[in-house]
């Protein structure tokens, strides 16, 4: 890309839209183009922000704290915020696909606008209108998402309904059904008072009593063998009674292990097993799920704990971030993968056998 086109481009972005074609042309002089790789991290949560970037093709992802922000597309800019202060990343981006940038560097930047301090106002005019709407964006979004919640815990009331159901004379397998079911609808009350509390900024607590995992497992085992993507997969445990009662969230902890047996289920062929195989040393029990799947190739290991990626045609890529959130920021634990191809995947988890400090209630 020659300096006029890259001059054209500018004019198409609302953040040089006031610069005069002298002062694009200097900035244009300025810029270099890069490439990255799919996977490649473009720049980090934490690093120094150098540089502002110009996608010219390909995708980004812009992630903080391991969330999904946004997803940017040519011509998005990003980085914009270094030109005005002298900041760290604030947000990690990751290259979908293979993509190619312009780069600016803001000692270039100012070396070009100098002696041009209204072009500077203007550009921060700019920012400043674009960070208001984002906000406002923000602000509607968020307040959709809590409308959805509260609207279905209303639509929760039907379940009530269960209850009377342990008056009609039900058969034992009936029993083990209604028990199934009830303790389900608890568990999603609870997650969306959790939600909500979340929403209104509310102080939630999250209880860690003393709990067997072996005793979570046996109760997940009876919900997960009738799941469709499990049904001729059997489910091995290993070890159950080799790990004391650790602190830990039941709810969470189980969804941590629903997800992780799903993906594995989903992995395997018809009829392989998928071992859950549980052990516990000095400080920590740990928690492995085994499957005889395709496993996970080297190129997306790094990924597939980042929210919104997915192999799946019809994932949503929450499952596994889902994990680390519980496992890591809640319970102080470690999550992590091992695969070899063709081979299947191991994903492992650990839990600090006494409170830690550094998990958040």
């Given at each position: 890309?020659?300096?006029?086109?890259?001059?054209?481009?500018?004019?198409?972005?609302?953040?040089?839209?006031?610069?005069?074609?002298?002062?694009?042309?200097n900035l244009a002089l300025a810029m270099a183009e890069v490439e990255f790789p799919a996977g490649a991290t473009v720049c980090a949560e934490g690093d120094p922000g150098a540089d502002l970037f110009v996608l010219l093709s390909g995708?980004?992802?812009?992630f903080k704290h391991h969330r999904l922000i946004t997803t940017l597309t040519p011509i998005d800019y990003l980085g914009e915020m270094a030109l005005i202060e002298d900041q760290p990343r604030s947000a990690t981006v990751v290259s979908v696909s293979a993509s190619r940038l312009l780069r600016l560097a803001v000692s270039q930047f100012n070396r070009a606008l100098a002696s041009q301090p209204q072009a500077q106002v203007a550009m921060?005019?700019?920012?400043?209108?674009?960070?208001?709407?984002?906000?406002?964006?923000?602000?509607q979004e968020y307040e959709k998402a809590n409308i959805l919640i509260h609207?279905?815990?209303?639509?929760?009331?039907a379940f009530l309904l269960l209850d009377l159901l342990e008056a009609e004379g039900l058969s034992p397998y009936g029993v083990e059904l209604l028990a199934l079911l009830?303790?389900?609808?608890?568990?999603?009350?609870?997650?969306?008072?959790?939600?909500?509390?979340?929403?209104?900024?509310?102080?939630?607590?999250?209880?860690?009593?003393?709990?067997?995992?072996?005793?979570?497992?046996?109760?997940?085992?009876?919900?997960?063998?009738?799941?469709?993507?499990?049904?001729?997969?059997?489910?091995?445990?290993?070890?159950?009674?080799?790990?004391?009662?650790?602190p830990f969230n039941r709810i969470d902890i189980?969804?941590?292990?629903?997800?992780?047996?799903?993906?594995?289920?989903?992995?395997?062929?018809?009829?392989?097993?998928?071992?859950i195989r549980l052990s516990a040393s000095r400080d920590w029990a740990t928690v492995e799920v085994v499957d005889q799947g395709?496993?996970?190739?080297?190129?997306?290991?790094?990924?597939?704990?980042?929210?919104n990626f997915t192999t799946k045609d019809h994932g949503h890529g929450l499952g596994l971030a889902s994990c680390k959130e519980i496992v890591e920021t809640v319970h102080g634990g470690t999550l992590s993968l091992t695969s070899n191809p063709d081979r299947g995947a191991t994903f492992r988890f650990t839990?600090?056998?006494?409170?830690?400090?550094?998990a958040v209630c």
């Open positions: 890309m020659d300096s006029q086109e890259r001059v054209s481009l500018l004019t198409r972005l609302d953040l040089f839209r006031a610069l005069s074609e002298e002062e694009l042309r995708e980004l992802q812009v921060m005019r700019t920012l400043s209108r674009r960070l208001r709407r984002n906000t406002e964006l923000l602000a609207d279905m815990k209303n639509g929760m009331t009830k303790k389900g609808r608890c568990e999603v009350t609870a997650l969306m008072d959790e939600a909500l509390a979340n929403a209104k900024r509310l102080q939630f607590t999250k209880e860690r009593p003393r709990n067997s995992l072996a005793g979570l497992l046996a109760d997940l085992r009876v919900t997960l063998s009738r799941h469709p993507d499990l049904r001729d997969k059997p489910l091995l445990v290993e070890g159950a009674d080799t790990v004391p009662e650790l189980g969804r941590v292990i629903t997800n992780l047996v799903l993906n594995a289920g989903q992995a395997s062929p018809s009829g392989s097993p998928i071992a395709h496993g996970v190739p080297e190129t997306i290991r790094d990924l597939v704990f980042l929210p839990l600090p056998l006494a409170l830690s400090l550094a």
